[in-house]
Structures are given as C-alpha cells and as structure tokens.
C-alpha cells in the first residue's frame, strides 16, 4: 500500500469548516493508499506559482524524503504549471483531488459505458498536462533537405490523445444511444421508475438490495463504491411494482469533467417518475451533501421533477437526534435499509407521489371489444380484472396521456 501526505489549503478569511479535508482521507483510504500525514495550510491567497508558498513546499519536500512518502495528494485542483513546480520541489508524485477521484473512478468502474466514461475524463485531464523537455523529446532528428528538428516526441502524444478522445467521444455517443434504446423499452413497459440519487456512501446500494431482497447491487462502505447504474423491479406490498435505479453518488468539489462524463449515468434521474434523494442521516455534514446533490441534479434536470428526501441509516441515531432531525426535515422519509425501519412509511409516499401521474383508472371492457385488453396491458399497469356477464373490469393505473389514448380507442372502436 502506498504511503500518502495529504495537503489542505485555506485561506485567512475563510472561517467555514471544511469537512472535504476528511473527506481527502476517505477517498485516500477508497483509492488504496495510507494517509500517514496531513498538512493544513493558512495562507493570504494561493500562490499562482507552486498553488503553496516555497517555504512550505521545501517544507513538505524534506518530510517527504525523510518519510518515505510515495504521493502528496492536494484538496483542490491545481494547474498543470503548480503542478510541475511542484514536483521539482517534491520528490514523489503530486496528485489534485480531481487526479485521485479520476484513479478511484478507474478502479470501480465494470461496464463498457462507465470505463469509456472514465478513460475520456482522464484524457482530458491528462492532455494540457504534458509536458517535454527541450530535445531529449523529439521524436525526429533534422537531417540533409529537412527543415528542423521534426515533430516533437510531446506532440506526437498530443495527437495521439486528442485522436482518442474523439475516438472515446464516438463510442460514448454510440452507448448513449444505446441506453436510449434500453430506456425507451423501459418505458414502453407500464412499469413507474424511480432513481435514487445522493450523496456518496449514503446506502443507496444497500437500500436498493433491501428493497428487492437480494444482493441487486454492490455495496461496500467506501466513497463510491459503485459506479455503474443499475435497475431492478421492486414488488411493493399493495401489488404495484416499480423499476428503481441506483446512479453513481456524488461529492463535494465533484469535477466538471466528471460531471459531464457521466452525464448519460446521470440522467437517469432526469428521465425517472421520481427521485429518492439518499440522505445519510448520521452525518454531521448534512446539509453540505444535500446542497451538493441538489446543485448537481438541478444542473442534469433545469426543470426539476419530483424528489422524495429520505434519510438513510437512522437506525445509528439516538431517539433524541432523530426526533430533532424528524423536526428539522419535516416532510421526509427516515428509515434504515440495514434493519428495514421505516420502509413501510417509504412504500406508502413512493406511492402516493407515484399516484399523482400514474392514476388509478377502472374501466367495462365489453366482450365485443375485448381485443382492447391488450392495449391496456400495454398502456397500464393492471392491477385487478374481474369477469362479468357483461364485460371485463379492469383497475390500472396509467398516466394520463396513455389514459385518454385508451379511451378514445374504446370510443372509436
């Protein structure tokens, strides 16, 4: 296991608490290595040149070496220029947040979509970051009749990437369409979908294993521990079933790049009846993650939709912390999807909210036009038929557009 430092810069005027630093540790600990040592700096402003001040660099540098330490992994973003500088001065590698989430992304990622989606943010992390050194890079000598030197050894690896990302980006439209296609015969069936979204390590894998009663998705106790979405049916007491989708989580200071990536993942939620916004109720940091969720899902859906909060691991709580967390979040769902509390309360306004679009219908299917029943099983989701003399009745529950598109059927026919 390789040996990390971390380093955490914040600026005088800055009298926030910043739980990201712990959060450096976690995905330390995610990405496989041991932090053994962390620097919290006070500075006026970030240094342009080195991000830290050479002082504390040489600082850094000597622990280093003396340490045995085989990566310093900083808090925020740095340039590709910082991040030179500071290698000459650091005798290891020098990793930014967005360089390990991008490691922790490669390694979770399993299927063809997310490791094309991973492999492209990488690039383009990667592209502006290269860098040659003089002549020990070109890749061709000038000679008799040529005119310099050549193509340079850094530019022949610029071409190569940015012709891989164009390559990535074609595949991953390709994909794109693909899930398209898969979500389209997804909604064609009348079967409601609900997403779960939230913050990393909130348990919206153990609740989505909870909810079909088996191991549907992988969950571990680590920061993004799946990435790659993942849809089941789950059969609710009253008879309905519903498809939900577990997505990838989110964190603070998420990338861009990743944002934009992972988009397709992502929209998921855009497309679904609902949105179970995972909350971890034993956090300290709760309010920090619901806004970084909801930044993130406002960006995917302008539009909004439907969100249903609930908070997740309440079965840690004291009664007095979730009576207080009850009062302060009225509205919400709690439950525990270790010990099941609260899924009948989650079950009962799943559906209520589900109910508002999906509509309960009864219709008398005569027996003259009884070829119309396929149409409704087609359109609704059937959840009683009974034979009488004079017809079928059927009670479903349809949205409206597929409601009146039957009716006018059984009017015209």
Known sequence: ME?????????????????????????????????????????ENYNPAMYIGSGKAEEIGRYVAENGIDAVVFNEDITPAQQKNLEEAIPCKIIDRTRLILDIFAQRARTKEGRLQVELAQLNYLLPRLSGRGAAMMQQKGGIGMRGPGERKLEYDRRKIRKRIAKLEQDIESVQRERSVRRGQRTAVPVPQVALAGYTNAGKSTLLNALTGRESAYADDKLFATLDPTSRKVHFPSGINM??????????????????????????????????????????????????????????????????????????????????????????????????????????????????????????????????????????????????????????????????????????S
């Open 243 to 412: 498809v939900f989708t577990d997505t990838v989580g989110f964190i603070q200071k998420l990338p861009h790049g990743l944002v934009s990536a992972f988009r397709a993942t992502l929209e998921e939620t855009k497309f679904a009846d609902l949105v179970l916004h995972v909350a971890d109720a034993s956090s300290d940091e709760i309010e920090e993650q619901s806004s970084t969720v909801m930044s993130i899902l406002n960006e995917i859906n302008p539009e909004g939709g439907e969100i249903l909060r609930v908070f997740n691991k309440c079965d840690e709580l004291g009664p007095l912390k979730l009576n207080a967390l009850k009062k302060r979040f009225e509205g919400a769902v709690f439950i525990s999807a270790k010990t099941g509390e609260g899924f009948d309360e989650l079950f009962k306004r799943v559906e209520e909210i589900i109910a508002r679009k999906w509509k309960r219908r009864l219709l008398k299917i005569p027996y003259a036009k009884n070829y119309l029943i396929k149409e409704i099983y087609s359109r609704g989701l059937v959840l009683s038929r009974k034979d009488t003399p004079e017809g079928t009745d059927l009670c479903f529950m349809a949205t409206e557009g597929n409601w009146q598109s039957v009716k006018k059927k059984l009017l015209l």
């Open 3 to 43: 040996r990390a430092l971390t380093v955490s810069v914040r600026l005088k005027n800055d009298f926030d608490k910043d739980s990201s630093v712990e959060e450096l540790i976690r995905l330390c600990d995610t990405a496989g290595c041991e932090v053994v040592e962390c620097f919290n700096v006070r500075m």
